[in-house]
Nanobody, 124 residues
Framework: QVQLVESGGGLVQPGGSLRLSCTAS????????VGWFRQAPGKEREGVSC????????YYGDFVEGRFTISRDNAKITVSLQLNSLKPEDTAVYYC?????????????????WGQGTQVTVSS
């Protein structure tokens, strides 16, 4: 079992940037595909991005439109999500999740391990 910890959320003005990080407490993310999801009040949890363990292939939600970038460090300790050109509608709690499969998917119910979430608020 892997315990995930997110960091990097906060309050930012529209057009600003944040960098979210996801680490595995006491271990690494080796052999795990990792996804980032978000949930706004009153809305369902949706996939933001994911990165596969097998080949580092990446996927993004349609709403991202080139503004976000997911990456993994070579030691497979941290998976980061760079958020640029943030909009008020990006306001949500952002979660990282891990699954022990070689490929990532953008369906939250396919991930058994979740972090506690980090709040991202985009407001002037």
């Amino acid at each position: 079992q892997v315990q995930l910890v997110e960091s990097g959320g906060g309050l930012v003005q529209p057009g600003g940037s944040l960098r979210l990080s996801c680490t595995a407490s006491g271990s690494t993310l080796d052999d795990y595909s990792v996804g980032w999801f978000r949930q706004a009040p009153g809305k369902e949890r949706e996939g933001v991005s994911c990165i596969s363990d097998a080949d580092n292939s990446t996927y993004y939600g349609d709403f991202v439109e080139g503004r976000f970038t997911i990456s993994r460090d070579n030691a497979k300790i941290t998976v980061s999500l760079q958020l640029n050109s943030l909009k008020p509608e990006d306001t949500a709690v952002y979660y990282c999740a891990a699954r022990g499969w070689p490929m990532c998917v953008m369906r939250p119910n396919e991930y058994p391990y979740w972090g506690q979430g980090t709040q991202v608020t985009v407001s002037s």
